[in-house]
């Protein structure tokens, strides 16, 4: 069944569409928790750890989220500073590495819940025996620091297609982690839906043929989100 991209779709017609999809992908970063301000914690520990005079207050880290990927983000904001001789890949990449361990550390020591509504969709979708899959521009690292304590050590085996960053050449906008998914569930992206919080992420489903419910987030809560099938506060107010 092909989804129709039909703006403020009503809650009982999008809750169809959710039921009838061949599967529903989830992006993970804001849309399943909100893990950013730990992910913003995480890269000014690591600057501290590694010599590096920065500090990301959250209006800078909202407009470096414009930006999909840690590594993109650092070079986007070395970038933007216009003083000194710019960060090597090496460093970057080290940087990157850093805040990874820092993100897995803050993650098991304060923990982040799963946001409104999201277990009960997932446990829904399990039920009625639809395949979900995840799409993201965050590594695998992360993801499991994420849902190993939530979900279980063995949260991979829910998901019949998980693709990450470091699985594509492009990260979103660009389409492919959803090409990609699509390519494992062997699914056409009209017959899924796509569940994600960001301009970025609306614009990789929507260009590998994926509809998009919107669920709004911390950093992104006031973007308009033209094209999406519907745009809601949280999952919760589907009543699944």
């Given at each position: 069944?092909?989804?129709?991209?039909?703006?403020?779709?009503?809650?009982?017609?999008?809750?169809?569409?959710?039921?009838?999809?061949?599967?529903?992908?989830?992006?993970?970063?804001?849309?399943?928790?909100?893990?950013?301000?730990?992910?913003?914690?995480?890269?000014?520990?690591?600057f501290?750890?590694?010599?590096?005079?920065?500090h990301?207050?959250?209006?800078?880290?909202?407009?470096?989220?414009?930006?999909?990927?840690?590594?993109?983000?650092?070079?986007?904001?070395?970038?933007?500073?216009?003083?000194?001789?710019?960060?090597?890949?090496?460093?970057?990449?080290?940087?990157?590495?850093?805040?990874?361990?820092?993100?897995?550390?803050?993650?098991?020591?304060?923990?982040?819940?799963?946001?409104?509504?999201?277990?009960?969709?997932?446990?829904?979708?399990?039920?009625?025996?639809?395949?979900?899959?995840?799409?993201?521009?965050?590594?695998?690292?992360?993801?499991?620091?994420?849902?190993?304590?939530?979900?279980?050590?063995?949260?991979?085996?829910?998901?019949?297609?998980?693709?990450?960053?470091?699985?594509?050449?492009?990260?979103?906008?660009?389409?492919?982690?959803?090409?990609?998914?699509?390519?494992q569930?062997?699914?056409?992206?009209?017959?899924?839906?796509?569940?994600?919080?960001?301009?970025?992420?609306?614009?990789?489903?929507?260009?590998?043929g994926?509809?998009?419910?919107?669920?709004?987030?911390?950093?992104?809560h006031?973007?308009?989100?033209?094209?999406?099938?519907?745009?809601?506060?949280?999952?919760?107010?589907?009543?699944?």
């Amino acid at each position: 069944m092909s989804l129709a991209l039909v703006k403020n779709a009503p809650l009982d017609d999008l809750k169809r569409r959710i039921a009838d999809a061949g599967a529903l992908i989830f992006d993970v970063d804001g849309t399943l928790a909100e893990t950013e301000e730990l992910h913003r914690e995480a890269f000014n520990e690591a600057f501290v750890a590694t010599g590096i005079d920065w500090h990301w207050g959250r209006r800078v880290y909202k407009e470096l989220l414009r930006v999909a990927g840690g590594k993109e983000r650092i070079r986007a904001f070395d970038q933007m500073r216009r003083t000194g001789p710019p960060l090597s890949d090496a460093i970057i990449a080290r940087l990157h590495r850093v805040k990874t361990e820092r993100f897995a550390a803050l993650m098991a020591d304060k923990g982040c819940p799963l946001r409104p509504g999201v277990r009960a969709l997932l446990d829904a979708a399990i039920g009625r025996g639809q395949r979900i899959a995840i799409a993201t521009t965050t590594t695998r690292v992360n993801i499991d620091a994420l849902l190993a304590p939530v979900l279980g050590q063995d949260w991979e085996t829910m998901f019949a297609a998980v693709v990450a960053a470091d699985d594509v050449a492009r990260k979103k906008p660009a389409p492919d982690v959803y090409i990609e998914v699509l390519s494992q569930l062997d699914l056409p992206g009209a017959s899924c839906l796509a569940i994600e919080d960001s301009g970025n992420g609306l614009m990789a489903a929507t260009r590998a043929g994926v509809p998009v419910l919107i669920t709004r987030s911390l950093y992104f809560h006031d973007d308009i989100f033209d094209g999406a099938l519907a745009v809601l506060d949280d999952l919760s107010e589907l009543g699944v």
